[in-house]
């Protein structure tokens, strides 16, 4: 059973296509790329599987549950989770609450316990510090714990946004351009960053770029979106030869 | 090992030790009334402003009729003890009336809370605004308990005793509240709504407990006002002056602050008291300071600092914006 599923998915910006009958079913432990030139849709369809829009048609299924419709914090507590084009951390408070807070759901207590402080309440709260602390440390961020986030370099705070979407204990990671602003160094260092979080916390990853290089290196798969549709999708050494691909992402008479 | 300490800290033992220094001190008559009055006033207001802190400080949302929930508790917890309660169990009912006049403000918090946040930005502004409004005109309006002449025939029933120990509980109940995941989910709607979303954070449950504790104890801080002055009007509880010197208190102390909500309110109820003499001219000086604390410290006193006894022993200090900027190479690189 595809652990994603997605079909017919379409959505309108008041009159403007974003996204035309978008089509994507995801294995388990797959790692999909998305591609396609500035306004192609990409980040829409992130948009709509996260529930941040509700799409104007399609459905979106995900391990057996339908997410159309849900709010955007029931479906990441179920197990999608995101990291976002700019970066969008918790800029003025630590690196330590910026983890903790994507614990939310995971958390039992009710408000009582927590103002009453119980044993309860301290005993899961121990446990989410701990496990914040362990995922800093696994993703090498541990001795900024209590910085805020905004005065840790860019690189390390696109790890933090990616160790934050961690912390919500996803199945499915969305990745929306993670390389952007990244010289090709940086970049590549990025592709094995990635493909070690896909192993370590077995991980299907949906990802969007803007850099070909990140993607054909990376991805088993590849989608290729112009104007809201699916204009190829193949294997990285299809695509990259698909003369559609060419012709919308590259320009006429480009061979890459 | 990084074990959240059991350890009650010192300070709440120390603060709740003068307890009964509050209920000895008028008993010996070491403090003039009007000295308790003071003491009272301070307190009272310390409640509002840790309450409306949560939600305009911590949250970063605006709500601007805070003394329409002052005003549903001052009514409904002085119409049980006049009303209801057998006079003789007065004093012992009290705390019950305080809690009875809390929920109800609560309930009122609920009832705005719920369509308001459905929306965003200044949509709470106005719904609070005419929440305020909405509840001075109603009372206004129901002769049975006076209209615009006021309702009267409490017993004194609040003393110094009472408004320290609601005080401490406010903050103690506040600051927990702030430091777990409710707290913590607060704090990253004001910073990102959406992707506080994105990341499990149930945002509308987060705000409207936020809005709901604030209402509440606005709602104890009505009733102990309604049973220290034994007379209520509904010009107490109006937008103008009563919402804006909460507001004002707010600012003053800083956002994101319980001790700046208590420094805030401590200042603030002082220094109008000592303005006293300027008569009319008070309502210059204030603004006017107002003014200048926007424009020199936009932060408030505190500015987003926390004193120590307002963060739960084992918990790191929270960052103060505009501070700890990124010092160039360190720590060291991987």
């Known amino acids: 059973m595809p652990l994603l599923q997605i079909e017919g998915l379409t959505h309108y910006f008041g009159g403007l296509r974003a996204v035309y009958d978008f089509n994507l079913e995801l294995e388990p432990g797959e790692l999909v790329g998305i591609i396609g030139p500035n306004g192609a849709g990409k980040t829409t369809i992130f948009n709509l599987i996260t529930g941040v829009y509700v799409p104007t048609r399609g459905k979106i299924v995900f ?129 094995e960053f990635i493909q070690w979080v896909r192993r370590e916390f077995s991980l299907t990853i949906l990802l969007i770029e803007h850099q070909m290089r990140v993607v054909m290196g990376l991805c088993e798969r590849i989608m290729v979106l112009d104007f809201g549709e699916t204009i190829a999708h193949g294997p990285p050494e299809e695509i990259r030869r698909h003369p559609r691909v060419l012709e919308a992402y590259l320009g006429r008479g480009t061979a890459l | 090992m990084h074990k959240t300490s059991r350890k009650p800290q010192l300070i709440w033992w120390v603060l709740l030790a003068f307890l009964p220094v509050t209920v000895v001190l008028p008993e010996l008559g070491l403090i003039n009334p009007y000295l308790q009055q003071v003491f009272m006033y301070v307190g009272i207001n310390i409640i509002l402003t840790v309450g409306l802190n949560l939600v ?163 709602g104890v801080a009505g009733g102990l006002f309604a049973h220290l002055l034994q007379f209520i009007n509904p010009r107490s509880f109006a937008l103008f002056p009563k919402s804006t010197e909460i507001l004002v208190m707010v600012y003053l102390g800083g956002i994101g602050s319980i001790g700046g909500s208590v420094l805030g309110a401590t200042i603030f109820t002082v220094v109008l008291e000592l303005l006293r003499p300027l008569g009319v001219w008070r309502w210059v000086v204030v603004p006017l300071t107002l003014v200048l604390l926007m424009i020199f410290r936009p932060t408030g006193i505190m500015g987003l600092r926390e004193w120590r006894p307002f963060i739960p022993p084992g918990e790191l200090l929270r960052p103060a914006p505009g501070r700890q900027e990124v010092k160039a190479g360190a720590p060291a690189a991987d």
Request: hydrophobic share 50%; with cysteine; glycine share 8%.
């Open chain 1, 63 to 191: 391990d057996g549950t339908n997410l159309v419709g849900l709010p955007s914090h029931r479906i990441a507590s179920l197990g999608v989770a995101r990291t976002f084009q700019t970066i969008r951390l918790f800029r003025d408070l630590t690196v330590l609450d910026n983890v903790r807070i994507a614990h939310y759901s995971q958390l039992r207590y009710g408000v009582a316990s927590a103002i009453a402080r119980t044993r309860a309440f301290l005993a899961e709260e121990d446990r989410v510090r701990e496990r914040s602390l362990e995922l800093l440390r696994m993703l090498n961020l541990e001795r900024y714990a209590s910085l805020p986030a905004r005065a840790l370099p860019y690189g390390e705070q696109r790890r933090l946004e990616i160790a934050r979407a961690l912390a919500c204990r996803p199945r499915l990671l969305l990745l929306d351009e993670p390389a952007a602003g990244m010289n090709p160094g940086e970049a590549a260092r990025l592709m």
């Open chain 2, 56 to 218: 305009n400080g911590y949250m970063g949302e605006f709500s601007v009729g805070h003394a329409g929930f002052m005003g549903v508790g001052a009514y409904v917890s002085a119409i049980l003890t006049v009303w209801v309660l057998p006079r003789q169990y007065g004093p012992f009912l009290f705390p019950f009336v305080l809690v009875a006049g809390g929920l109800a403000a609560a309930l009122a918090g609920l009832v705005v809370a719920i369509p308001s946040f459905r929306t965003r930005g200044d949509y709470l502004a106005i719904v609070t605004l005419a929440f305020n409004m909405i509840v001075k005109s109603a009372i206004e309006n129901i002769e049975a308990v006076g209209g615009p002449r006021g309702f009267m025939g409490m017993d004194k029933l609040t003393n110094m005793a009472w408004v320290y120990a609601w005080t401490l509980l406010t903050l103690y109940c506040v600051r927990n509240f702030v430091y777990s995941r409710y707290g913590r989910g607060v704090l990253s709607i004001r910073e990102d709504e959406v992707a506080a979303e994105l990341v499990t954070v149930n945002t509308r449950q987060c705000k409207v407990l936020a809005f709901v504790i604030a209402a509440f104890f606005a």
